[in-house]
């Protein structure tokens, strides 16, 4: 099955009969410890390659459609759950959710920034990515591999746009509030402190200005002569 970005993601894997701290000996030999549960569904233990797992979160598993195949037996699925190590960051286990293609599901997939901000290119500024994840809900098929935001119209310093500012894919909701900022254009910190710097020279060198004494102006001679 092809998702709607274009590439189709698989992971196979087998039932687990391991279970409890017998998982730690799976994980020494390079497999993951994962369950598949769904609505109406008995909740299925496997276990799947380490290495297969990791390529799949890689290639955008994380919010994508997955087909899983577990003893040869295919479940369309989205990858709901992620636990890692607190040190190592490798995958300890994986929770996979079975899906009704005719039914809408909510999902995380990324933001990805399209295009130059013009703001980018003025003086001291600075451009944060703040929100790198929205939640969405769609057909099973219509979920997309990343959610686009065209940042050519951030235009200004200390100007932001948000989710309101997104263009959602035909048949793509998004649920995150619409007010929620995704990318903002400020001055750094440098930047900042210079212009605060400059500012505060001028007025010193403006309040100086009024409090000198005024020139004492000559008085003009008489140039006209006694008669």
């Known amino acids: 099955m092809t998702s709607a970005n274009g590439s189709t993601l698989t992971l196979e894997g087998e039932r687990r009969e391991a279970l409890g701290r017998h998982v730690k000996a799976l994980r020494r030999d390079g497999i993951t410890p994962a369950n598949l549960y769904g609505r109406g569904a008995d909740s299925i233990s496997f276990q799947a390659e380490t290495r297969a797992l990791d390529k799949l979160v890689t290639d955008g598993g994380r919010g994508s459609l997955v087909e899983l195949t577990i003893d040869g037996e295919r479940h369309q699925t989205l990858l709901r759950g992620l636990q890692r190590h607190p040190v190592t960051r490798a995958i300890l286990h994986a929770d996979f959710y079975i899906v009704e293609m005719n039914r809408p599901v909510q999902t995380t997939v990324p933001v990805h920034l399209v295009g130059d901000a013009p703001a980018a290119r003025l003086p001291g500024a600075v451009i944060t990515h703040l929100t790198h994840e929205v939640t969405i809900e769609c057909l099973p ?12 119209i951030l235009e200004e310093l200390e100007t932001s746009l948000h989710v309101s500012d997104i263009t959602a894919p035909a048949g793509v909701e998004i649920l995150t509030d619409s007010e929620t900022i ?24 403006a309040e100086a200005a009024e409090g000198a004494p005024a020139e004492a102006t000559a008085p003009a001679e008489d140039s006209s002569g006694d008669e």
């Open 141 to 152: 098929a219509n979920i997309p591999a990343a959610i686009e935001l065209d940042v050519t």
């Open 182 to 205: 995704i990318v903002r254009a400020t001055h750094s910190r440098v930047a900042a402190t210079i212009e605060a710097e400059d500012a505060e020279a001028a007025e010193e060198e």
